[in-house]
């Protein structure tokens, strides 16, 4: 035989054993499709666990959003009191030193 003959034979014979590996099971699926169905449910199961880690990000930011506004009313709320207080106690040292002038007058006249 020729060489090129026995390299012939040679695929021939690995290309009807590559097809005769290639047989559908039960469900009608081959290996290539039974491949594409695990990595379509693999695709799957990772696109979901990644929206369900996104939507827990997303609360958690809302809530820290949420926590964020709470604190800023708190503090204008504690800071407008502050200002009530020192506005009222603003008047009422001015109340003691105009008494203290009138008494320091007073005084004087004596």
Do not use: F
Request: aromatic share 0%; charged share 30%.
């Amino acid at each position: 035989m020729k060489i090129t003959s026995l390299i012939g034979c040679a695929v021939m014979a690995a290309t009807l054993a590559a097809l005769g590996g290639c047989h559908k099971d039960e469900q009608g699926m081959g290996p290539a499709q039974k491949a594409g169905a695990k990595l379509d449910q693999a695709g799957d199961t990772v696109g979901d666990n990644l929206r369900a880690n996104v939507d827990k990000a997303e609360e958690a930011g809302k809530k820290i959003t949420d926590a964020a506004k709470a604190t800023g009313d708190k503090i204008n709320e504690a800071t407008q009191d502050a200002s009530k207080g020192l506005d009222q106690a603003t008047e009422n040292v001015g109340k003691k030193v105009e008494q203290a002038g009138e008494r320091i007058q007073e005084a004087a006249r004596k």
